[in-house]
């Protein structure tokens, strides 16, 4: 399977920025979206914002963190970046990559395929 490596996470103030990357291990034959999650402590896996990965490179992503963060990709590199910027509190949660197969929601957790063992990222105020 591919294996997915995020990097980048820490600690920022609030009102900072973090930019993640998530790096596949092999070539990405078959996936079509790459996304990003995050999970904070007794919360649901919550959808951040996805890409699409072949053909065009439309991005979708959550109201909390529309306008703040972007997602970015590099199919050469076979990464996929997240650039969290005016952070807040609330944003502090262990970020996870995932890349979908075929068909799917993209804002759904189920829809993906491989995961990222995750990286926290934690904003103070």
């Known amino acids: 399977q591919v294996q997915l490596v995020e990097s980048g996470g820490g600690l920022a103030q609030a009102g900072g920025s973090v930019r993640l990357s998530c790096a596949a291990s092999?070539?990405?034959?078959?996936?079509?979206?790459m996304g990003w999650f995050r999970q904070a402590p007794g919360k649901e896996r919550e959808f951040v914002a996805a890409?699409?990965?072949?053909?065009?490179?439309?991005?979708y992503y959550s109201g909390s963190v529309k306008g703040r963060f972007t997602i970015s990709r590099d199919n050469a590199k076979n990464t996929a970046y997240l650039q969290m910027n005016s952070l807040k509190p609330e944003d502090t949660a262990v970020y996870y990559c995932?890349?979908?197969?075929?068909?799917?929601?993209?804002?759904?957790?189920?829809?993906?395929?491989?995961w990222g063992q995750g990286t926290q990222v934690t904003v103070s105020s």
């Open positions: 995932a890349a979908r197969q075929g068909s799917g929601v993209y804002g759904a957790p189920y829809s993906y395929r491989y």
């Open positions: 092999e070539r990405t034959f078959s996936i079509n979206v």
């Open positions: 890409i699409n990965w072949s053909g065009d490179s439309t991005t």
